[in-house]
């Protein structure tokens, strides 16, 4: 087996890194979304919406692979020891060479395709598809139809064949995204390299797209190569950074130094067209697959938009003392409720009413507990529940077991300092301290509990 292409081991490292934190995202985005709407089911409605979504990825790719292997069934001829037993020898001879136990099943097919082979897999079995076209371009010099069977096989054997869902959403980001791309067909590249008898038949098979099925017999392999230092250009460079391809001439560049083992043969990029390239997505237009590329650069922009706005709470919030637990914003000092009579009577009565909200939704909150544990900030929508007070004068804190509401200067009894009434639902128990007021003077002191 040949030696993958270096930088591909990191680059794969970095997108699995990337993808387990699209998805991980991903996933805690919808549990919260599931437990606002439906806080009794949370985790079941996320396993239940990511097991769909599953499904739909696995029936669109398996309907895809389906259309293909119907096209080789139906249009395309299948090699066998009757059927063009030439091309089949060699599909067992480069299977042999590649240290491999099993050949691929292998078709010969002209249907007006641009491609010169593809591969893909069907019931476990990998399969092989050459151009006839192709085939008959190298009727003189069949040695280079090695290199194409095997970098299919080598494209088989890639890591990304059995991980591309999970890596998917690393394709779209920038450098990052392309650079796979490149690397995957650096390492296929490899596998033709090792399938050919003699080093220059991989050159030549290459030849063909760059000087079409005619002219390749009087193909300069080291002039082309040498095209390649038009990498130093950072329009150019720049060019193949946001391509999952690379140039043609820097692929045979990487050819011919794996095959002197000369690094020096492929010419560095301009440094200017990394800086740049790392503000565009690989979306890669009218290639197959544009349109789910564009979706998955749509959910990073989402992800990153609802993590900076995140962010930007917990950096701003309004500090609220530490009885009541850290707070997403200072709440607005909500009105009295209506027709409350004047005196200490009616301050302890307006006071028993908020205690039944606060132990209200206490219990709310230790149900949470029991089922999910942790401290929960928020509850589902507590707008829901028939509350003495408006909902949104009370909140959760994300610290401790609190739910809790700041009572405001003067707003139940006249004069007194502004304060944060609690109920801490895991000891049933209330507190309160002092907080600042804004509508009154300044006041501070120890907290305390009843």
């Known amino acids: 087996m040949p030696i993958p292409y270096a930088r591909e081991k990191g680059l794969l490292i970095a997108a699995a890194i990337c993808a387990a934190l699209f998805w991980g995202s991903l996933v805690y985005i919808l549990y919260t979304a599931a437990d606002r709407l439906i806080p009794e089911n949370a985790i079941g409605a996320t396993a239940a919406l990511v097991f769909a979504v599953v499904i739909l ?40 060479r590649l240290d491999l136990a099993t050949p691929p099943d292998a078709y010969l097919y002209d249907r007006g395709c641009s491609a010169a082979s593809f591969s893909l897999s069907d019931s476990g079995r990998d399969i092989v598809a050459l151009n006839a076209e192709l085939a008959g371009a190298f009727s003189e010099h069949p040695g280079a139809l ?47 390299l090792l399938a050919c008898r003699a080093k220059a038949d991989a050159a030549l098979a290459l030849a063909v797209f ?29 060019m193949e950074l946001t391509q999952p391809e690379p140039w ?34 690989g979306l890669v237009w009218r290639r197959p697959g544009a349109s789910g590329r564009a979706l998955f650069i749509l959910l990073w922009a989402g992800l990153a938009g609802i993590t900076g706005y995140a962010v930007c709470g917990a950096l701003y919030e309004t500090p609220l003392p ?42 709310l909150a230790a149900t949470r507990f029991r089922k999910h544990g942790g401290n929960p900030c928020e509850v589902g929508n507590i707008g829901a529940l028939r509350l003495n007070f408006p909902a949104q004068r009370y909140a959760y804190s994300c610290d401790e077991p ?30 309160e301290q002092l907080s600042r007021s804004p509508a009154g003077p300044t006041t501070s002191g120890p907290g305390s509990s009843e």
């Open 210 to 238: 760059a000087s079409g099925p005619r002219r390749w017999r009087s193909f300069n392999i080291a002039l082309f190569a040498a095209q390649s230092a038009s990498a130093t250009n950072p329009m150019i460079a720049l």
């Open 57 to 96: 990825t696995y029936l669109a790719s398996r309907l895809r692979r389906v259309g293909q292997v119907a096209f080789l069934r139906g249009h395309a001829v299948e090699l066998s020891d009757k059927q063009y037993p030439d091309l089949l020898a060699r599909v067992r001879q480069v299977t042999k």
């Open 146 to 192: 090695d290199f194409f069977i095997g970098y299919e096989i080598g494209w088989r054997q890639h890591p990304l064949t059995r991980w591309w869902a999970w890596l998917a959403p690393a394709r779209v980001l920038p450098l990052l995204g392309p650079a796979i791309g490149r690397a995957r067909i650096y390492t296929a590249d490899r596998f033709g």
């Open 402 to 431: 609190l739910v809790y509401t700041v009572v405001a200067f003067g707003e139940f009894e006249p004069g007194r300092p502004s304060y944060v009434r609690a109920y801490h639902w895991k000891e049933a128990r209330f507190t």
């Open 322 to 363: 530490r009885a009541a637990g850290r707070a997403a914003r200072a709440l607005p000092a909500p009105a009295a409720p209506p027709a409350a009579p004047n005196g200490l009577a009616a301050a302890n009565e307006t006071r028993q009413l908020l205690d039944a909200d606060l132990k209200t939704l206490g219990n």
């Open 248 to 281: 043609l001439s820097r692929r045979i560049a990487h050819l011919r130094a794996v095959a002197t083992d000369n690094p020096a043969v492929v010419p560095a990029r301009h440094a200017l067209a990394y800086l740049i390239a790392l503000f565009i997505p």
